[in-house]
C-alpha cells in the first residue's frame, strides 16, 4: 500500500514517475546506442577515406605509380602497408571516439578454455566451407535468373617465392590478424551489451560489406557469424584468428602451383584433402561441443531497447547509409550485366 492519498481521478504519482524514468532510460541507452552505431559506420568511412588518401599521397610521387603498375612485389608490398594502415588508423580512431564503458582495448589472452576453443576451431572452419559453397550456389542460382556474373578484385600472380610471401601476407596473414582486432575487439565488442547475438550479426553484418564484391560479401557474412561466436565464447580473438588464417590459406593453395611447378591436379588434390579433413573435423568436433554441458551460454540483452529500435538504430543513421551507398558503388563494379 502506497503513502499517497486517495486520488478519485486514479492518478498514482508513483506509477507515473516509474513509467516516466523508464522513458528517460530507454532514451538514453537509444542514444548511446545510436552513437556506437553511428562510430562502427565512421570506421568504414575511417577506412575507405585512410586508404585513399594514403594512395594518393603514394602515387603522387614521381615514378610509384608507373612502378606499382609493372613490379608485382612492389604493389603487394604497398598493398600490404595500405590496409595495415587503414583497417589499424580506423580502428584506433573509433575506439578513442567510444565512450569508457567499451571496456578492454584488443583481448590478447588465450582462451580460458582450450578445450572449447580447439572444438571450435574446426568448426569455425567448416562454417567458412558451408559459407563458401552457399555464396557460390546463390551466385550460379542469380547468373542463371538475372544473366550476370560476379568477379572479383585480382590479386597478381606470384611467380617467385619473395612474391608468394607478399601475397600470403597480404591475403592471409593481415586479414586474419587486423580484419580480427578491428571487426571482433571492435565493432562486436562495442555492441555485446545489446545482447551477444546481435553484436555477433551485427559485427558479421560490417563485416560482409566492408569486402565489396559479391563473391565474398556473402561469404563473409556467414564466416562472420561463425568467428564472432567463436570470439564471445572463447572471449579471445585467437581462436577467429586461426579460423580466419586456416580458409585463407587454403584460397591461396593454387598460388604455390605457379611458384613451385606444381600441377593442377595435385592443387585440386591438396584442397580436396584439406576440404575432407574440416568437413570430418569440424561435425565431430561440432557435436561433442553442442552437447557439452559446460559450454558457455550467449549474453542476452541489458537494456530496454527492443529489437526493432536496434535494427533502425544501426543500419539507419547517416554515416552508415553513406557507407552502404559506397560499397553498393564498390560492388556494383564486379557486377557483369550478360
Same mark, same amino acid.
Given at each position: ?86 583497417? %589499424? ?88 590478424? %587486423? ?98 579433413? %574440416? ?60
Amino acid at each position: 500500500m502506497n503513502n499517497y492519498p486517495y486520488n478519485p481521478y486514479g492518478y498514482n504519482p508513483q506509477q507515473y514517475q516509474e513509467e516516466y524514468r523508464k522513458i528517460q532510460v530507454n532514451s538514453r541507452e537509444k542514444r548511446e546506442f545510436r552513437k556506437r552505431s553511428m562510430l562502427i559506420a565512421l570506421g568504414i568511412i575511417l577506412f575507405v577515406l585512410i586508404s585513399t588518401i594514403l594512395w594518393l599521397i603514394l602515387s603522387g610521387a614521381k615514378g610509384l605509380s608507373e612502378l606499382y603498375t609493372a613490379n608485382s612485389t612492389f604493389s603487394l608490398s604497398i598493398d600490404i602497408m595500405l590496409t595495415v594502415a587503414s583497417l %589499424f588508423g580506423a580502428y584506433l580512431i573509433v575506439r578513442l571516439l567510444m565512450d569508457r564503458k567499451h571496456e578492454g582495448f584488443i583481448p590478447l589472452a588465450l582462451p580460458e578454455n582450450k578445450k572449447h576453443a580447439l572444438l571450435l576451431i574446426p568448426f569455425g572452419v567448416l562454417s567458412c566451407l558451408a559459407g563458401a559453397y552457399l555464396t557460390s550456389y546463390m551466385n550460379t542460382a542469380l547468373e542463371e535468373v538475372f544473366d550476370v556474373s560476379f568477379t572479383m578484385p585480382d590479386l597478381p600472380e606470384p611467380k617467385t617465392p619473395v612474391e608468394l610471401l607478399l601475397y600470403l601476407t597480404s591475403c592471409v596473414f593481415v586479414p586474419c590478424i %587486423f580484419e580480427e582486432i578491428a571487426l571482433r575487439a571492435g565493432a562486436l565488442q562495442a555492441m555485446r551489451k545489446y545482447g551477444d547475438w546481435f553484436a555477433i550479426v551485427s559485427s558479421a553484418f560490417v563485416f560482409a560489406i566492408l569486402h565489396g564484391n559479391m563473391v565474398q560479401t556473402p561469404f563473409a557474412f556467414v564466416a562472420g557469424i561463425a568467428i564472432g561466436y567463436v570470439y564471445v565464447v572463447t572471449g579471445s580473438i585467437w581462436p577467429g584468428v586461426a579460423i580466419h588464417f586456416i580458409n585463407n590459406f587454403a584460397s591461396c593453395i593454387t598460388s604455390f602451383g605457379s611458384v613451385f611447378s606444381i600441377s593442377e591436379d595435385a592443387t585440386n588434390l591438396i584442397y580436396a584433402i584439406y576440404m575432407g579433413v %574440416f568437413v570430418v573435423a569440424g561435425t565431430v568436433c561440432f557435436i561433442i561441443y553442442v552437447f557439452d554441458k559446460k559450454k558457455p551460454a550467449l549474453n542476452k540483452d541489458t537494456t530496454s531497447l527492443k529489437l526493432s529500435q536496434k535494427l533502425t538504430g544501426f543500419v539507419f543513421n547517416i554515416p552508415m547509409i553513406i557507407a552502404l551507398l559506397y560499397m553498393g558503388f564498390v560492388t556494383s563494379q564486379y557486377i557483369n550485366w550478360n
